[in-house]
Nanobody
Framework: QVQLVESGGGLVQAGGSLRLSCAAS????????MGWFRQAPGKEREFVAGIDWNFNTRYADSVKGRFTISRMKAENSVSLQMNNLKPEDTAVYYC???????????????WGQGTQVTVSY
């Protein structure tokens, strides 16, 4: 059974840092593009960051310079280092994996269950 399991969420004050991790199992994702999405209450799920099989990265404008995505193929995992967090970063964060190119994630790709990140003032 293929699974993506996120960890590392929590409550942090504005300006603080958190590191999210996503452990994949059930198959190798070394050739997949991995990504992080988030969904705040009352809002649609949005792309945060992605990293392809060749370690190229892409970020949403709202997190550029603050968040860093990385992956360890040998461990079938991907991480998201989040620095200088803001209250507007509060959301449930999801890990995803897709075989598609161009950071195109679809609903029938692999998705985790999410981890809550709350940033207080």
């Amino acid at each position: 059974q293929v699974q993506l399991v996120e960890s590392g969420g929590g409550l942090v004050q504005a300006g603080g840092s958190l590191r999210l991790s996503c452990a994949a199992s059930g198959r190798s994702f070394s050739a997949y593009t991995m990504g992080w999405f988030r969904q705040a209450p009352g809002k649609e799920r949005e792309f945060v960051a992605g990293i392809d099989w060749n370690f190229n990265t892409r970020y949403a404008d709202s997190v550029k310079g603050r968040f860093t995505i990385s992956r360890m193929k040998a461990e079938n995992s991907v991480s998201l280092q989040m620095n200088n967090l803001k209250p507007e970063d509060t959301a449930v964060y999801y890990c995803a994996a897709t075989p598609n190119s161009g950071y195109t994630f679809r609903s029938n790709d692999y998705w985790g269950q999410g981890t809550q990140v709350t940033v207080s003032y």
